[in-house]
């Protein structure tokens, strides 16, 4: 499971070959769920804090994170993305 950014304590990964829709993962303690790309739904659940924090980098790096998508379909490496400050 790569990882492609940190912070606050939160770990964004994606799966190899993972299944569609383009999504990534995030893990904050015990916590995690799964983050559509294109349109920010949430599967699973994650403090308020931690969600309003991911939806924002979400928005702030859509289009690096559909380029992992991508590379993770096609078991490459994935490019970091920079974290939220």
Excluded: C, K
Aim: charged residues 25%; glycine residues 4%; aromatic residues 10%.
């Amino acid at each position: 499971m790569p990882v492609v950014s940190r912070f606050f304590g939160i770990v964004v990964f994606m799966h190899w070959r993972d299944h569609r829709p383009a999504h990534f993962h995030a893990r904050y303690g015990d916590e995690e769920v799964a983050i559509d790309i294109s349109t920010g739904a949430v599967t699973g659940s994650m403090s308020r804090r931690a969600l309003v924090l991911l939806e924002e980098w979400r928005q702030l790096h859509e289009q690096e994170l559909l380029v992992n998508w991508r590379l993770a379909e096609q078991r490459r490496q994935l490019i970091p993305i920079p974290s939220l400050e």
